[in-house]
């Protein structure tokens, strides 16, 4: 089984192009999208990918997409393109937070990720239930939950860690790939629990003052 991998929802975009066998995948081949050229790069550089590894686009089967949170026109890129080649190739798509791939990439018990203005965006098990939650906290917020934390909690950006400098659990990472993205949804993919592509939206967490306060919550798959 043929899978892309897709992640722009942060200032540098990736993809990646893999083989599913027998509960194993093999990286084909991967790409870094330059900063804030996924719009343009997006399509040449998935004919590259797949070029290089010798597959045909007719081949592909899935599209695992990072559909956020992070950059809004980033988010809106990488889904556009899954849902472009699910109508053309009668493909499945697998959407994956962005702060699950964190998290299942270096074993941790959450992620964060900065959502400007002072806020963060934060993944992991809530502490009654266990149940994975996402929420658009305050740095307040956030230190005190990540204080509470029964493991590591990672990041990939400065203004992370300089919010969280005093938490001994903190640890700062190199940011999340398509490469990363496949591995984290395989479990997914495997169960074929793919996307309903016509109501498939992005995980902004924050829509607007208006309608998303702080503290509210997102379930992630």
Request: charged share 20%; with cysteine; aromatic share 2%.
């Given at each position: 089984?043929?899978?892309?991998?897709?992640?722009?929802?942060?200032?540098?975009?990736?993809?990646?192009?893999?083989?599913?066998?027998?509960?194993?995948?093999?990286?084909?081949?991967?790409?870094?999208?330059?900063?804030?050229?996924?719009?343009?790069?997006?399509?040449?550089?998935?004919?590259?990918?797949?070029?290089?590894?010798?597959?045909?686009?007719?081949?592909?089967?899935?599209?695992?997409?990072?559909?956020?949170?992070?950059?809004?026109?980033?988010?809106?890129?990488?889904?556009?393109?899954?849902?472009?080649?699910?109508?053309?190739?009668g493909c499945a798509v697998f959407p994956i937070s962005r702060l699950r791939v964190m998290a299942a990439s270096h074993a941790a018990a959450g992620a964060v990720l900065d959502a400007g203005r002072g806020e963060f965006y934060w993944a992991g098990p809530e502490p009654e239930t266990e149940a994975w939650v996402e929420s658009l906290l305050t740095r307040e917020e956030l230190a005190a939950t990540v204080a509470m934390a029964s493991g590591i909690v990672v990041a990939c950006e400065e203004r992370v860690a300089l919010a969280l400098d005093a938490c001994s659990s903190f640890r700062l990472v190199e940011p999340p790939t398509a490469v990363q993205t496949l591995q984290a949804a395989l479990a997914e993919v495997q169960a074929d629990r793919?996307?309903?592509?016509?109501?498939?939206?992005?995980?902004?967490?924050?829509?607007?003052?208006?309608?998303?306060?702080?503290?509210?919550?997102?379930?992630?798959?």
């Open positions: 089984m043929i899978l892309l991998g897709i992640d722009t929802c942060g200032a540098v975009g990736t993809l990646a192009l893999g083989r599913l066998e027998a509960g194993e995948l093999q990286v084909l081949a991967s790409r870094g999208l330059a900063g804030r050229t996924s719009a343009a790069m997006l399509v040449p550089a998935m004919a590259e990918l797949l070029a290089e590894a010798g597959v045909e686009l007719a081949a592909l089967r899935g599209v695992v997409v990072a559909d956020g949170p992070g950059s809004f026109t980033g988010i809106r890129i990488g889904l556009s393109a899954a849902k472009a080649l699910a109508e053309a190739l793919r996307a309903d592509v016509a109501s498939l939206d992005g995980r902004y967490l924050r829509r607007s003052d208006l309608y998303q306060p702080a503290g509210a919550t997102h379930p992630a798959p």
